[in-house]
């Protein structure tokens, strides 16, 4: 089955500069309870956003109307604990394209990748300049060229390379999907049962 | 690479193999448990792609394999291997009155999907009522499922717990649980290899769950990430297989893809006559397998970390990720000390907590003591608090669940009358599920309250909606219990045995 296509994103972005933003955060447990892939994005870093009243906490950056965007600017460890993959759904639904951080977590960074989102790892020193020119400039840009793996900061032109899996890169930019892939190689995994 | 080393080295003179080695920086070594586990499972193995790796068991609950199911429906594919797939309901479920139906409407409807996919796919249901029932990652290990050499994943990051055998196990996401319902296979990239000895005596009350939540303080939440680590050293060879497993579970916790140790004779004579261990000529077979797994005298780790168990405290956590923690007669640490980067998140996070700098927390009062969730929900957790508390009361204001990890815990627990000494203790035993760990079900720490807890995570909300957890063993939530404040247990294990 195809997934989405994904190539190059250009957007303001949202910054949220702290660091080990687990998974229980982005989506808490209690909305774990679904059973289809829709709608997490209403409860994305729900007791952030929220108070226990319901009412939206206006500190919290996505409830502050000058930040806006497909991308998500996070500090480093982004994703860790909870396998739950609802928290790439969450971001996803909410809108999100595409998460900047220093470092991710693994199971996170897997997660993403399957969904569509991508997860841009950069160094702390860009992470830090792309902070900066957010507070300096709400409307700041961020390109994001997955073909060419560069992250740029539009008004500064300060750019960054950054990694990706060639095979999950191939898979993001044509819509492939893991299991299509393995299920090409389906005599191999019977040659292997077979041989066990 | 690794898989042609044999002709390689059978190719090259010994000076041609040292000018090679120079050359490319490969060396002629010898495997870790680690890579012997994972070479023996690789379907396929393409340069640029992450390996085709072999899934020996699927374990599956209620929380993330609906949407699984689902697209396997979209596909029109069956569940490829329905015999090496294990389905329990242990997140959603409550932990009194288990035999009435599901109070929560979205509860119930989540474990009734489970329970019409297992019969749709033909997937095997420990649900409900069952009597292996229970959370996954102590169902697994106790019906002899999970053994060395194996590997194993779950839609849960926890499964790092199973690498105890000797396994490589580690937690997935949804898109992944259907890629193994569907292929019994899962892409993925071989990670870097983490060595973590521990050597040494361990203080009278200190244990695995200390020693966990030490190595954690010192990696750091993130330390572990993009490694398998192999737990090593006398330590960790001395402690039991409940032991092993609580080291194992936490592994995700400083960022780790999984943890392992290997099989020894602990572990055979824990498996050994489990309801699906191997029997007859194929334990045999299985036991002279699990011998060969151990990492070489000479193999490589990309990182090797050591500790002393004699410098281990009982340990408790301050903050809001299970890197922050400290033996218990420290201090918090300063903020104006931590790394500048970090500050102001250190500083919101002793907010949530409700802590300050260089604050003592012995003595600290505290509100709710859970005992349980698959970091220390085993018998052997349980007899350890039941021999604390005997003779003892949990204090007025604190309280206590004491949550068995399956219902053969449970049964064990109620046949050996840990569940009386409980009860005169003030501790009921409730019945199996995930519970208090991560509050889905109605077990949940009100908002503000103070939660001494043996599970595996202090995030902020964690157990309930501005909730403030204590991570810490069971013997130190024990003695918060009856105290009612943070506690140095040495001082009451000291105390007991003066008295005789």
Redesign the interface.
Known sequence: MATKIFKHIQSTAVPLPIENIDTDQIIPARFLKATTRDGFGNNLFRDWRFDENDNPKQEFVLNNPTYAGKVLVAGKNFGCGSSREHAAWALSDYGFDAVVSSFFADIFKGNALNNGLLPVQVSDDFLAKIFDELYSDKDAQLEIDLEQQVIRISNTGDEEAFEINPYKKACLTNGYDDIDYILSNKALVEEFEAKR | MRAQRGNLVESYKSDEIASFLAMTNFSIMGNTLFDKIWDAHV??SKE???D?L?IDTHFIHE??S??AF??LR??GLPVLRPKQTVATAD??VPTWDQHLPIKEE??R??VD?LTKNCAEFGVELYGLGHPYQGIVHVIGPELGITRPGGTYVC???HTSTHGAFGAIAF??????V??VM????L?Q?RPKRMKIEVNGKLQNGVGAKDIILYIISKTT??GG??YAVEYAGDTIRSLSMEGRMTICNMS??M?A?CGLIAPDNTTIEYVKGREFAPKGEDWDKAVAYWKTLYSDDDAQFDSVLSFNAEDIEPMITYGT?P?MGIGVTQHVPVTADVDP??Q??YA?SLAYMGLHDDESLIGKPIDYVFIGSCTNSRIEDLREVATFVKGRHKADHVTVWVVPGSKQVQEQAIAEGLDKVFEAAGFPLREPGCSAC???NEDKIP?GKYCVSTSN?N????QG??SRTILASPLTAAAAAVTGRITDIRELLAERELVG
């Open positions: 379907v396929s640029g792609f992450p085709i072999y929380v993330t609906p949407q689902d697209g979209k596909r997140h959603n979205l509860s409807y989540q999907m839609g849960d990051s937690g997935i996401g949804t898109s992944q259907e890629q569907a292929t019994q296979c892409l990239s939440a993130a990430t993009g995700i916790e960022g893809r990720n890197g980067t970090e102001k998140s919101n991560l509050g889905m908002a995570r995030f902020e909300g964690r909606p501005n």
